[in-house]
């Protein structure tokens, strides 16, 4: 009887030990760590540094593109590229809202897209995924367009 006892709490030990579910992290911790890689991500597009662009995608990264999708880290570089050709970019982006599964495994952030004068042309929408290491990559993007609507009570 004592041996089935110690083998039914060796048992339990086990099972306890095998629990796949993660701890909760600091959610403002990682909301924040989240928001300040999506601010790198966009300045990596106002100071014209591909590399840092290219090193916050994914190697399995999904970018919806122009009506199609774009798939793969390399995919993704060869179509952006170009807008990392002239001096001045040609759009910019910041995060609004950023939220962080319990996880901590992955995150969502969403903001306006600005053209250069700084009006609002669009909004993003990205997903990211925190790696081994700790950092995050983007997994997913995409956007929307922003339809501009005539002031009231003017002509159209």
């Keep these: 009887m004592r041996s ?14 095998c629990d796949s579910t993660p701890p909760e992290a600091d959610d403002a911790a990682l909301r924040d760590s989240v928001e300040q ?26 970018f919806v593109h122009d009506g199609g999708v774009l798939r793969g880290k390399s995919a993704i570089a ?3 590229k170009p807008y990392f ?45 925190r790696e081994k290491s700790g950092s995050w990559r983007i997994v997913f993007d995409d956007g929307d367009a922003v339809t501009l609507c005539a002031p009231a009570g003017a002509a159209l």
Excluded: C, Y
């Design 4 to 17: 089935s006892r110690i083998a039914l709490a060796g048992l339990a030990l086990l099972l306890a030990a």
């Design 37 to 62: 890689t999506e601010l790198s991500f966009a300045r990596s597009m106002a100071e014209r540094d591909f590399a840092a662009f290219e090193a916050l995608l994914s190697d399995e990264a999904v």
């Design 78 to 80: 060869a179509v952006w």
């Design 85 to 129: 050709a002239s001096p001045q970019a040609p759009f910019s982006w910041k995060p609004e809202h950023v939220a962080v599964l319990a996880s901590g495994t992955l995150a969502q952030s969403s903001g306006p897209v600005l053209n250069p004068q700084g009006q609002v042309i669009g909004r993003f929408h990205s997903i990211w995924r």
